[in-house]
């Protein structure tokens, strides 16, 4: 009974892939941030690949679901195809400064900076924050601060990763919620790495507790992990291990 209940929607998708693949893709385009918020886009990259193909290449769907698979492709551990991703969205999109342009660019630079392709990194995510800035685009303009953060960090400047994570949290302009808790994870990290602890701690709790009201499963266990390093340098090895 279990079996043939879990599999339904597995059917459902298929058929409706199959059977309508305009209204499959203009679903999963709807779904796509719910299954971030809940941890699922991972796995639900076979799905937005196939419909995906369906959309006219270029188009608005087939752009966001580029961005989609992009974003897939990354939280699976996928680099270079998270990359091949954003950079057909990149070139999708053109020169022009769009919102499209600056989260392809900003999604490259995660994926070159994971890639250990740090200058490369912090260029694109330089780019991606002068598009941001030029459109009144506050949540480009975060998420390129963040990853100009990351790049930072790569490249070994501590300070400099902190102050940049730092300023993403302050982005003046209606950002999302589940932006700020990301802001929250990368600030965590920086001060971690700063050793400033009890600041990272301070941090870490307001993610956690953000994270949880939301039930945001992809920032959350980010967060649970670094609250148990946290729990480790002050010794709190039976926290840590509850974080865990």
Do not use: K
Not at 48 to 54: A, D, F, K
Not at 60 to 85: M, N, P, V
Request: hydrophobic share 50%; with cysteine; net charge negative.
């Amino acid at each position: 009974m279990v079996a043939a209940t879990s599999a339904r929607p597995l059917r459902f998708r298929r058929g409706l892939v199959r059977d309508d693949p305009q209204v499959a893709l203009r679903l999963a385009g709807a779904l796509a941030r719910w299954w971030a918020l809940r941890g699922r886009l991972p796995g639900q990259y076979p799905l937005l690949r196939e419909v995906t193909g369906y959309a006219e290449p270029g188009s608005d769907q087939w752009c966001a679901g580029q961005y989609w698979l992009g974003w897939a492709a990354l939280l699976s551990f996928d680099l270079t195809g998270s990359l091949s991703h954003f950079t057909a969205l990149r070139d999708a999109v053109g020169p022009g400064p769009t919102r499209s342009l600056a989260d392809a660019l900003a999604g490259r630079s995660m994926a070159l900076g994971e890639l250990g392709q740090i200058p490369e990194a912090a260029e694109e995510a330089r780019r991606s924050l002068a598009i941001a800035r030029d459109l009144g685009y506050p949540f480009g303009e975060a998420m390129a601060v963040t990853h100009l953060a990351f790049a930072a960090s790569g490249a070994g400047d501590v300070g400099e990763a902190v102050r940049l994570a730092q300023q993403a949290g302050r982005v003046p302009g209606d950002i999302p919620a589940s932006m700020a808790r990301t802001c929250s994870m990368s600030l965590t990290e920086m001060l971690i790495q700063a050793d400033d602890f009890a600041a990272a701690e301070s941090v870490c709790a307001a993610g956690l507790a953000a994270s949880r009201a939301a039930g945001d499963l992809m920032n959350l266990p980010l967060l649970l992990a670094r609250m148990a390093l946290l729990d480790l340098q002050a010794g709190r090895t039976e926290d840590a291990a509850a974080h865990l």
